[in-house]
């Protein structure tokens, strides 16, 4: 299929009570130096003047697309903009974050030169708080689409816009309006199915605002937790290639299942059902009831720790010594309570014993030598003062 010399994109703006921030996206998007644009602006049942802002880009720019309806969510609203979508290419942005102006030109460029029909292009992010760059998140142009899948998939990079798609790959395919959260999560195996080809760009062109404030996700609470499990449940219906990938995914699942388990024991969100659906999943996995602790909480955290550098290939020395230090906690912890397994301690103790030459404190390198050389007084004073936090 050839590709077309000047396409459209649709720009998807899902949009509710955003009149403090919408001003700054819909401007960030106007001054693309690509001109082909259609900007959808989805108007999800705000009550605040986000009607009213929506209103008056729509009646000053023709490629401004106006669609009001009753509120529906997150999911609801990027459907409704799929629906008007006429563009070659989709882009989604949430519209308290802002892109950097070149954005499209770089990804349509990508896409026209590309020897492969793409089906998607990812781009890396800025994390900023109060106009201050707090982190980032990048893309390695040289990964190759195996990569792009299996990072999307089991490590990170799942957010819908941190990618532009080609228009095919939403040819029957929307998210599921059932979800109030990680929506992401839910519909990355369904894109990966339909990804033939994809490329990366190493350039960070999305500015994505960690600021605290109203928006279409919803605060945690177990039935949040509970809706995690869900989405990456949904994961495992789909072919996965190695062992590290399905474990991943059981372990991404039952963090998810736990959690629930654990708000709802004081929020009361879930029905007596969805208890007993979480409480089969984990007993499948092979944790009684009795198991269902903290402890093995933090031991499934740092299983996903391990299984990212596994999966991913690469760790820093940061993420080295934040996992090392969720080890020895963990297993400081498990010294006192005894609530994991041998096979699971033992497996803790030998990357605590093998990994060696960290730059860890003096409190983490004393009690790692406490571990080794098996020192009970120390591992359990650390392990009462991390089992204190746990509990909380």
Not at 152 to 179: H, P, Q
């Amino acid at each position: 299929m050839p590709i077309i010399n000047h396409p459209k994109v649709s720009l998807i703006l899902p949009i509710y009570n955003m009149e403090k921030f919408l001003e700054r996206c819909v401007d960030s998007i106007l001054a693309q130096t690509y001109d082909n644009l259609e900007i959808i602006l989805v108007n999800d049942g705000s009550k605040d003047r986000s009607d009213e802002i929506c209103k008056k880009y729509a009646s000053l720019d023709q490629g401004v697309i106006y669609v009001s309806q009753k509120n529906g969510g997150l999911c609801a609203a990027r459907n409704a903009g799929l629906d008007h979508a006429s563009g070659d290419y989709i882009i989604f942005i949430d519209p308290d974050d802002y892109v950097a102006t070149n954005l499209v030109s770089d990804v349509i460029q990508t896409f026209k030169n590309s020897d492969e029909k793409l089906d998607m292009v990812a781009y890396g992010v800025h994390i900023v708080k109060v106009d201050r760059e707090v982190g980032q998140i990048y893309w390695e142009k040289s990964l190759t689409t195996e990569q792009i899948l299996t990072r999307m998939l089991y490590v990170t990079g799942w957010e819908v816009w941190c990618k532009a798609y080609d228009r095919a790959i939403w040819e029957n395919l929307r998210f599921n309006d059932s979800m109030r959260s990680v929506e992401d999560v839910y519909i990355a195996a369904d894109i990966a199915s339909k990804v033939k080809h994809a490329k990366a760009l190493d350039g960070l062109y999305y500015y994505l605002d960690r600021q605290p404030h109203g928006s279409l996700t919803q605060t945690r609470n177990s039935y949040s937790y509970y809706e995690e499990y869900i989405a990456w449940h949904h994961h495992l219906d789909f072919p996965v290639s190695t062992p590290d990938e399905t474990s991943m995914l059981n372990v991404r699942t039952s963090i998810g299942a736990l959690r629930a388990l654990f708000k709802d024991d004081s929020d009361h969100k879930l029905s007596a059902g969805q208890r007993e659906e979480l409480l089969s999943f984990l007993n499948e996995q092979g944790y009684k009831k009795e198991q269902l602790t903290p402890v093995l909480l933090s031991y499934l955290f740092y299983r996903r720790a391990i299984l990212i550098k596994a999966i991913s290939g690469k760790a820093t020395t940061h993420d080295e010594v934040v996992n090392m230090k969720s080890a020895l906690k963990l297993y400081a912890v498990n010294s006192v309570e005894k609530q994991l397994s041998e096979d699971q301690e033992n497996e803790i103790y030998t990357y605590i014993h093998d990994t060696k030459n960290l730059p860890l404190k003096n409190i983490y390198k004393l009690l790692r030598l406490a571990i080794i050389h098996d020192n009970r007084l120390v591992k359990d004073i650390v392990g009462q003062l991390m089992m204190k936090k746990l509990s909380h």
